[in-house]
């Protein structure tokens, strides 16, 4: 089989030639369609990830079939039994173990599932990661409910645009913030009711006086601008961080975090309880991923350069060539 491997920190994602590998008596061998890539797999090939092992098969998302059945993956593993937060054993697919850049996968069966029935295998390679964490954040970890005011910042990435679905879909009002222009007008288009660019130093007093604040904030940036999150929040408000994209937080004023009895909380993909929710979610809703651009696993270098300078709104797609 063909596949598409990562030899050191730096390098390029090259073809090689495997066996197709074998099968235990709890796994499964999919037969891989359409993979997606995630930030994750970028952070891999700069060397800014835990556990590093080389060589290595990257990507987290895939579709494909299980004999003649059409199936997607979810990527995490071995959650454990506490709902609360993942076990010492949890792990992604990409890293230790191989992942959907290949002809074939071999994946536990408990992590095998039905695709929606509205998406094809196409839409559907997009989903696993990214909504899995968008669906915890915002609706496990942030409790988000009906009528809610809900910013999501970096509009854009794939997590971020499934929460601004998911938020739509749970009838709440969504504001985004980017610092494109671009980005901003399709957020607007698909239903945004404010799109701010946070680049603008008057960004939040904008914010402010359109809203007079908001309910739910879901963060995959941090940064030196994440304090600026902290204003904005509603007396009450939750602010859920699922990344840190813009590296360390600093300058938060617990004064402020005490007084408006804000929760700042954390959130890491979900479990396999919340997947299932998630794909019920999607189905219920009839949610269709936001597709940037489908590329060949042949240009996956140069869908990963996308990936790196942000220049994607949505998604990005690779098509396993059989």
Known sequence: MLSYVLHEIGGQILPEQREIPQVSQDGALVKVAYAALN??????????????????????????????????????????????????????????QDGALSEYVVVPKSQVHTLPSHLSLQQAAALPLAGLTAYRALVQRGGTRSGEKVLITGIGGGVALFAFQFALALGCQVVVSSSSQEKRQKALDMGASYAYDYTNDQWTKELMKDLGGVDVIIDGAGGESFSQLIKIAKPAGRIVIYGGTQGEIQKMSPQQIFWKQLSVLGSTMGSEQDFEQMLAFVEKHKIVPVIDSVYPISEVNTAMDRMRESKQFGKLILRIEQ
Do not use: M
């Open 39 to 96: 930030h994750r797999d970028c952070w891999i090939q700069k060397g800014q990830y835990a556990g590093l092992k080389f060589p290595i098969v990257l990507g987290s998302d895939l579709s494909g079939w299980l004999g003649d059945e059409e199936v997607l993956v979810n990527p995490g593993y071995y959650w454990g039994t506490d709902e609360t937060v993942q076990s010492s054993q949890f792990q992604i697919l990409g890293l230790p």
